[in-house]
């Protein structure tokens, strides 16, 4: 197990500065030290702090724990099929940095980003301030909780949490509960209530589904096999589009399962359409959720089609599986609900994050805050991102892939790295790091 002293920083100046400690910052740590690269790495609160402290007690992994991957660190465990459970992953993310010990700074928030006119980064930090050749920004796509204005017209006496603080059930007060979004943490905290026994109303939008097994395999074993994770953004026609979708809802819990809506509704859950309007107590629902429910169905039987096809295809042996049957159908739409008659008192927004890049100073972002790069790699010299969704791949911003994209941005920064050295000895003077030139 390796250890890791405390870096200096205020007044300090370093070949590379990476903001963030979680999962992309490490991995980018792990390649930058394996290629000898001096580095700091400055996290604001500590190593797995999203994963200990935005997630609910009965959290666990969607994906199969053999796709945790980390540079240097892959699984390991006596269950690789399973689904870490919140603090799994929480101490899977602790052994990594005790593993290399990287020059990590705990507890310290980067301010300000900006660039100077000789080029070097200017870093404002609550420790004092530093600068930097290259700046790896790896605080993820989720900083922001993020809530419709439609929650400021709720009545005063409704308890409101946002997904990113709801713990568990018994931390909302006793009566019915509303559910807003069926995104993975919508549709995972509204099956945690119901298993404890509350009443669950949930507003259904337009996420897809996908099964958790099928023909004998935990379909994302299916999928990686297809090359589906391999795929590259720059293969879709709408990238941008590509990298807002709403990921599929399914469960790891208890070994993993169907996250079936029809079956929660079946069982007693109030499904609804997309929430559109709030009077008072008097919400008013979209007359979507049979079209929500019967895309998210044919999204799951799609990909059953896909995986049929890859069996066939290459003669793979596999058990044959009956189709999905809905069990339940909404029959008329329910346009409106009284909060007050229907005896809820609290609401759970799962309604997503917000990107909050404010604090870096340099034109490297679209008109909708997004920053432009191509594979994390920016248009100003020596500025990076890493752990985007989708940044390359289906897996960038997971513990499945954001290693391999780690691996290539420390390829490039030490590629850079060099060639300014080289121009700097021809020239006799410091040369400009050079911008996006493809590595691998």
């Keep these: 197990m390796a250890a890791h002293s405390t870096p200096r920083l205020a007044g300090a100046h370093y070949p590379v500065a990476v903001v963030g400690g979680g999962q992309a910052g490490l991995s980018i740590s792990h390649c930058l030290g ?58 899977y993310l602790e052994d990594y940095a005790a593993s290399f010990g990287p020059p990590l700074v705990e507890g310290v928030r980067v301010t300000r980003v900006r660039r100077a006119v ?25 900083h922001a909780p993020s809530l419709p204005r439609l929650a400021e017209r709720l009545p005063a006496g409704v308890e409101q949490v946002h997904s990113s603080r709801y713990r568990r059930p018994g931390q ?117 959720l049979k079209d929500n429910l019967d895309r998210a169905d044919a999204v799951a039987e799609g990909i059953k089609d896909a995986i049929d096809a890859h069996i066939a295809a290459r003669g793979v042996a596999a058990p044959a599986e009956p189709r999905y049957v809905p069990v339940w159908d909404p029959g008329e739409p329910v346009r409106s609900l009284d909060l007050t008659e229907a005896g809820i008192t609290s609401v759970v927004w799962a309604t997503g994050f917000t990107r909050d890049h404010r604090w870096i100073e340099i034109p490297a972002f679209d008109g909708r805050g997004y ?47 060099r060639l300014a050295d080289v121009c700097g000895a021809l020239t006799g003077a410091p040369a400009e790091l050079s911008p996006a030139l493809p590595v691998g």
């Design 34 to 91: 394996r290629r000898g690269v001096d580095h700091v790495v400055i996290e604001a609160n500590r190593v797995a702090h999203e994963w200990r402290e935005r997630r609910w007690d009965s959290f666990c992994l969607v994906t199969p724990n053999w796709q945790c991957d980390l540079p240097g660190f892959p699984y390991k465990g006596a269950d690789p099929d399973g689904f870490m459970v919140r603090e799994e992953v929480v101490r």
């Design 118 to 142: 000789s080029g070097v980064f200017e870093i404002a930090t609550t420790a004092g301030d530093l600068t930097a050749d290259q700046v790896v920004v790896a605080t993820g796509p989720y």
């Design 172 to 288: 909302l007060p006793e009566g019915e509960v509303l559910v807003v979004g069926t995104g993975q943490s919508g549709c995972q905290i509204a099956e945690d209530l119901h298993l404890a026994g509350r009443r669950v109303h949930l507003a259904v939008g337009g996420a897809p589904r996908v099964a958790r097994f099928y023909r004998g395999r935990d379909c994302v074993a299916w999928l990686h096999d297809m090359g589906h994770y391999a795929r590259s953004i720059d293969e879709f026609g709408d990238a941008d589009a590509v990298r807002m979708r709403a990921n599929h809802y399914v469960t790891g819990r208890d070994g993993g399962r169907d996250i079936d809506l029809r079956a929660f509704a079946r069982d007693g859950m109030r499904l609804y359409g997309r929430l559109t309007g709030v009077d008072g107590a008097r919400l008013g629902f979209a007359a979507d």
């Design 371 to 417: 920053p432009m790069h191509w594979r994390g790699v920016t248009s100003c010299p020596g500025l990076y991102f890493l752990g985007l969704p989708w940044q390359h791949t289906w897996g960038s911003g997971r513990l499945e892939a954001v290693g391999r994209d780690a691996e290539f941005l420390a390829a490039h920064i030490e590629a850079s790295r």
